[in-house]
């Protein structure tokens, strides 16, 4: 069911999206329309407050979706975001953020994931967001 | 009408968000309930394809109304984002990122903004974002 | 540019839609990218505290983009919502309500219409609502 | 941790939503931060093709939440819906409609829940929703 490995997720990543190492992911487990995905603290994500950035938390939910889909359908570059709605819930605590995202359609055009995102050691979520990808055609 | 002039706004965000300035914004005009704010083309936001990315225009809208709502209410750090609901339309060019914000509601207890943003140069639009702002209750 | 004529697409709705008369809809502009909509004030559609009812104000929206993308591409009974969201600003007044409609894309597979509501004779809006149609493949 | 049981709330939304009565709703189970409501299926909510149409869907969103609040902060008939985002998955059987329903955070201010919906019988959620409510100060 999955088209690709974490190993192979990775290496994608690394190769098409060179800039994505400065968000720390760590994928924790992987399987079919499931992901948990860690971003590492680090002070520049800080906001006032002491508090991790909505953009943070944004990209964390848009790239999680796309490596979900990605696992699925094998590598595509080209998939884009269509839609991102997130709540922010509560104030995240400086730690690392731990996002568990489940796909809740895929289908030949669109897929949409939902990703809940929590401080590490914590059990309240601190956002919530959906994110719809368009799938481009298959060639 | 506005607490805050433009100078003042930017030296607020520059004392309270400093790695605001690698995000190269430029505001054009503000105006009772709207502002247009020019974010600078650089590289380093660029997506596979060219494209800027998914994020960097998140963060624009973000920020957009954020300025907006500090020029109404003046200079409060800890208003926070709580909903964030952004459709990407186009693919923008690598280029300059202009963002028409306004505000589609000030109350006291959340503002409500609307961004719509356009590659320098072309009338179509790229992003439309609705950003809802929780305002901390007043001391 | 536009594919139906007012009566068409009126003529098309009362026939697939024969529940629609109960909005009490009409038409009052419609041109290339931009519908006006006005949906007639009934005590039925009233909440708790003399309201229109949100439910009321989003069938308003999704209907709205609806005849606005029908206007453009022409008769497609089974274009199918995607996403639809909405921000309820004010409280609306026991009146008409006037639906101001633009469409922010229209592409071969997606069209998104952003939709901001009235009430009769107020200034400020009472919601503003984006609305995401799939349109199906062409025969 | 429950301020009302399911009793008392049937006997509240009788009273202040009498129309409520339309949607046929029942509810099957009631816990902290969870509910799960049933919608039962009338032919008047169908759309072309068959299926149920989007206001409806809509409908049971917004009035799931809203029940699920009620049971948490008793019986504020004015709390009132601020956004609504949903995501149209898949087509809707002509059969009832269950709601499963967690309440994402419960603050002083707002509330917000996240809403799944299946049609009885089937694995596949057809929609899936996040609701926030305001909600008045305290007396």
């Known amino acids: 069911m999955l088209e690709m490995t974490v190993a192979e ?3 994608f ?3 098409h999206f060179p ?7 760590q994928i924790e487990s992987l399987a079919p329309r499931e992901l948990r995905l860690r971003m590492g603290y680090h002070e520049a994500q800080l906001r006032p407050g002491g508090t991790l950035s909505g953009p943070t938390q944004m990209a964390l939910a848009d790239v999680g979706v796309y490596i979900l889909l990605l696992a699925h359908i094998g590598p595509v570059a080209l998939a884009v975001t269509t839609n991102l709605n997130i709540n922010f819930l509560r104030k995240p605590a400086p730690a690392d953020l731990i996002a568990q995202i489940n796909l809740l359609k895929l ?4 897929a949409i994931g939902e990703v809940t995102m929590f401080s590490e050691g914590e059990d ?4 919530h967001a959906t994110v719809t990808y368009s799938i481009p055609p298959a060639r």
Chains 1, 2, 3, 4 share one sequence.
Do not use: C
């Not at 800039?19 to 992911?25: A, P, S, Y």
């Not at 289908?107 to 669109?110: I, N």
């Not at 309240?124 to 956002?127: D, I, L, T």
């Open 19 to 25: 800039k994505i190492d400065q968000m720390r992911l």
């Open 13 to 15: 990543l690394s190769e």
């Open 107 to 110: 289908g030949q055009r669109l």
């Open 124 to 127: 309240e979520p601190v956002a």
């Open 9 to 11: 997720i990775q290496s």
